[in-house]
């Protein structure tokens, strides 16, 4: 169950890592959020309750991962859960004939650090303190969740390094989940539709409306609190490892 789980959230200061932090705080978790310095983390942190600890972190770097997840284990013991929520995107087009200009190497670069090398620095160091945890009678000791996209598996014009970088993500679920079962940590990702954060506000208003509408069911956009209820789903059910799940409404993207 969820209550008392030692919890660590990346991306916990906006959107749906936010909204993770508040879900697990308010079932009585206690949360490390991890979020860059210039993030609202602190305030985030606060306003939430006193379950919950701001660290500053930029998930690329070594350095900052093993603090969040040594804070962990010293202010609340251990740590159980693991969840990747930051992220970052870029809309750019392979190659831009009517500017004549290619994608620059440099913004592909950066979205595949951020969210696959920044995704799989986490998971590594969080497993080896997950690893260290006295097991459950099913000889569980930890669970890390990702999240993908369903651009992962229909990315649009423009999303050659998103789609590439969460496609990356899904495609280390399963071997990861195979690397850590002998000491029972559970690996899953959540490839998620459409959400109302400030990531998709970032989009145009003509392209988030389009996107809606071509929703099957419900015709709206996924709000954050569904993703949260989604993450503990997944913490309290023993059985689901090494899967990708898609929570999107039944959208399938079109070009
Ligand atoms: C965050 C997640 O994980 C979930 C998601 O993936 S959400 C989906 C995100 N989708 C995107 O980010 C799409 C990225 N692509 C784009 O933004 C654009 O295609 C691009 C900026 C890369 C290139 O655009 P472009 O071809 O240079 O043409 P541009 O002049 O910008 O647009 C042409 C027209 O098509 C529209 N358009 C562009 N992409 C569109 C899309 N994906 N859907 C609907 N309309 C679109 C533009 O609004 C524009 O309309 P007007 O001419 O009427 O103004
Ligand atoms: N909003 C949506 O519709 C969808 C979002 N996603 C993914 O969900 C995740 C969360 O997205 P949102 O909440 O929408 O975005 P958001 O932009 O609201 O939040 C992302 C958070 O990640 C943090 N972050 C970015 N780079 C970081 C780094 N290097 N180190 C530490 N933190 C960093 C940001 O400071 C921010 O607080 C992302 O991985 C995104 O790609 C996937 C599919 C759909």
């Known amino acids: 169950m969820i ?6 959230v990346t991306g916990g200061a906006s959107g749906l890592g936010r909204a993770t932090v508040e879900r697990l705080a308010r079932q009585g ?5 991890a979020d860059l310095s210039s993030s609202k983390g602190s305030e985030v942190a606060r306003e939430i309750g006193d379950n919950v600890i701001f660290v500053p972190v930029d998930v690329t770097s070594e350095k900052d991962v093993q603090t969040a997840v040594q804070t962990a284990k010293e202010k609340f013991g251990r740590l159980d859960l693991a969840v990747n929520c930051a992220g970052t995107a870029t ?6 004939f009517n500017k004549d200009v290619a994608h620059r190497l440099e913004d592909f670069t950066r979205v595949i650090t951020v969210n696959t090398i920044g995704t799989f620095n986490v998971i590594r160091l969080s ?5 260290i945890n006295e097991p459950n009678k099913d000889g569980q000791r930890g669970v890390i969740v990702n999240t993908a996209s369903v651009a992962a598996f229909d990315g649009q014009i423009g999303q050659a390094a998103y789609s590439a970088s969460k496609a990356a993500v899904v495609g280390m679920t399963l071997p990861i989940a195979r690397d850590l079962s ?22 145009p208003e003509k392209v988030r409306t389009f ?45």
């Not at 809309?91 to 831009?96: E, F, G, H, R, S």
């Not at 419900?218 to 490892?241: D, F, K, T």
């Open 3 to 8: 209550k008392n789980a030692v919890s660590l």
């Open 29 to 33: 978790a206690r949360v490390v959020l």
């Open 91 to 96: 809309a750019v087009k392979t190659y831009n």
């Open 127 to 131: 497993a080896g303190v997950m690893g």
């Open 182 to 203: 002998t000491q029972g940590i559970r690996v899953c990702t959540i490839a998620p539709g459409l959400f109302n954060t400030p990531m998709l506000q970032a989009l």
């Open 211 to 255: 996107l809606a509408k071509s929703i099957p069911f419900p015709q709206r956009l996924g709000e954050p609190s569904e993703y949260a209820h989604l993450v503990q789903a997944i913490y309290e059910n023993p059985l689901m490892n090494g899967e990708t799940i898609r929570i999107d409404g039944a959208l399938r993207m079109q070009p």
